[in-house]
């Protein structure tokens, strides 16, 4: 069974923090979320902010991906790596597939600032389940 590509709709969570879908498809999925209004008490770009919009990017295009098949997608495994911060400005997350499975996905997720330049890498896997 396959099926059109599902269509990105953000959470409460996304909502909050700003994030707005620019790209989506199977092979790409990009947002941007601004800086300000996710910093931690020390005036930078909160390490959860990073894992919570990597993980939902990675996850919406795991979900692409699993909708074409018929199916919908659930998040087993994330991890990051944090290579710099940001005190303002806005950041681009970019999800890009390592590897688009029957039954898991794994995507790497990069976390740009304005410059391009990256701040934090993630990698996450997701399951593939029949919709119920």
Do not use: Y
């Not at 990105?8 to 947002?31: F, N, P, W």
């Amino acid at each position: 069974m396959t099926g059109e590509p599902w269509q990105i709709t953000l959470g409460e969570l996304d909502e909050k923090m700003g994030v707005q879908i620019l790209e989506q498809s199977v092979e790409r999925v990009v947002a941007t979320m601004p800086v300000e209004g996710n910093r931690q008490s020390f005036g930078l770009l909160h390490g959860g902010a990073s894992l919570a919009v990597g993980e939902a990017v990675g996850s919406w295009a795991a979900v692409i991906h699993a909708s074409t098949l018929g199916k919908t997608a659930v998040g087993v495994d994330v991890s990051a790596t944090h290579h710099k911060s940001a005190r303002n400005g806005t950041i681009t997350i970019t999800a890009t597939p390592i590897h688009l499975g029957r039954t898991l996905t794994t995507h790497e997720v990069l976390i740009t600032n304005d410059d391009g330049v990256r701040l934090c890498t993630l990698r996450i896997t997701n399951l593939l389940l029949e919709k119920k």
